[in-house]
């Protein structure tokens, strides 16, 4: 006769669950660790909680995996395409920064005075997302900042689930508000090619220039499509790859991580009225494919007007919301000073989102 072997508990669960025994057992150890601990232990294991109350959906994703597939899409769409275009230096900085900064010292603080046994991953996102839309040259403490604020402010409403807008592009708006000079000043040409030995030990030469859409603005120069399709403009540190925000966003889509809705209304928004006042204006406003193709459309297409929470989620409604995006992006960008668009149309789009959504169900349900 066989003997049947029951399968033993790997090494690293049975490590995590003794940690967590001597945690929880010991207050003095719970309130100052408690959090961390919970940070770390949610990125590695799924989460233990489960419904206990119907209606009972099955579904493989949890938050930990929902968001770790975000995570991956935005190492691949900007931070190796960032890194390759202005260095390691610059990137992994801001990287180091804006973690350390937003999710292990405001985030786990927060959870502290507040009793929480844990922090969301929703943390990581806001956190890698900072730097991606602030200027190469972004000063170290102005992406602390940026990262602080987005924390914060998500914690204020009550964390992750209760966002009013994005956190990130709130952040963004608050420093734009307050260090106006810094978020024009601070781009550059990318550095193309691997850096050298003398790159790594004294740092990139910086050279300012002007963004596409600014100089568009200024003397109504275009800038090669396939300079912005492969990253080789200027622009924020995690916009200027549109090639690989592409490919990481469709991937995205793939596995419904994002609703296809959102961006393709966005997008389409943008082409359509690009085309409208093109042919009634002419050279007065940017061509359709130079607004499809600068400034950081496809990043805020993709990645943040997507964001589940601060979204419709019927899906009717999500036509409206990505289409109205593209609207107030074409207005601010051709008939405003300001050369860019999405952040503000993202962010109030965000607060009509409840409107909309309530607006289709009454519709729907004839209420």
């Not at 972004?138 to 998500?154: N, Q, T, Y």
């Not at 002419?282 to 494919?289: D, E, H, Q, S, T």
Request: charge should be positive; glycine fraction near 8%.
């Amino acid at each position: 006769m066989k003997k049947l072997i029951k399968p033993t508990e790997p090494i690293i669960g049975k490590s995590l669950d003794k940690i967590e025994s001597f945690i929880h057992t010991h207050p003095k150890v719970n309130f100052l660790f408690g959090a961390i601990f919970g940070a770390f232990d949610g990125l590695l294991r799924s989460t233990k909680e489960t419904t206990r109350t119907q209606p009972f959906i099955r579904n493989n994703y949890d938050v930990k995996r929902f968001m770790g597939a975000v995570l991956v899409a935005l190492v691949i769409g900007w931070v190796l395409p960032a890194t390759y275009f202005f260095g390691w230096q610059c990137v992994v900085s801001k990287l180091l920064v804006s973690f350390i900064i937003g999710v292990f010292v405001v985030d786990v603080f927060w959870a502290i005075i507040a009793r929480e046994d844990h922090i969301s991953e929703g943390g990581f996102v806001s956190c890698l997302l900072i730097p991606a839309i602030l200027p190469p040259q972004s000063p170290l403490w102005l992406v602390g900042l940026g990262a602080a604020l987005a924390i914060i402010f998500r914690n204020v409403l009550g964390g992750v689930g209760n966002n009013l807008v994005n956190p990130a592009l709130f952040s963004r708006l608050f420093l734009t508000i307050c260090f106006p000079s810094l978020l024009v000043t601070g781009y550059q040409m990318p550095f193309v090619g691997m850096p050298d030995l003398h790159s790594f030990r004294y740092g990139l030469d910086a050279v300012t220039h002007a963004t596409p859409l600014t100089a568009f603005k200024t003397n109504g120069e275009v800038t090669s499509y396939l300079s912005l399709i492969f990253g080789t403009s200027g622009g924020s540190l995690g916009e200027t790859c549109r090639l690989a925000l592409i490919l990481s966003g469709l991937w995205l889509i793939k596995i419904r991580v994002v609703n296809w809705r959102i961006p393709v209304s966005y997008l389409g928004c943008v082409l359509i009225l690009s085309v409208f006042f093109s042919l009634i204006l002419g050279k007065a406003v940017a061509p359709p494919l130079f607004q499809l193709l600068s400034g950081g459309l496809i990043l805020g297409a993709f990645f943040m007007a997507t964001d589940p929470i601060t979204t419709t989620y019927n899906q009717a409604a999500k036509w409206i919301y990505g289409a109205g995006c593209g609207f107030i992006t074409v207005l601010i960008r051709d008939f405003t000073t300001l050369p860019e668009g999405v952040m503000y149309s993202i962010l109030l789009m965000n607060l009509l989102a409840i409107p909309i959504q309530s607006l289709m169900v009454k519709i729907k349900y004839r209420i």
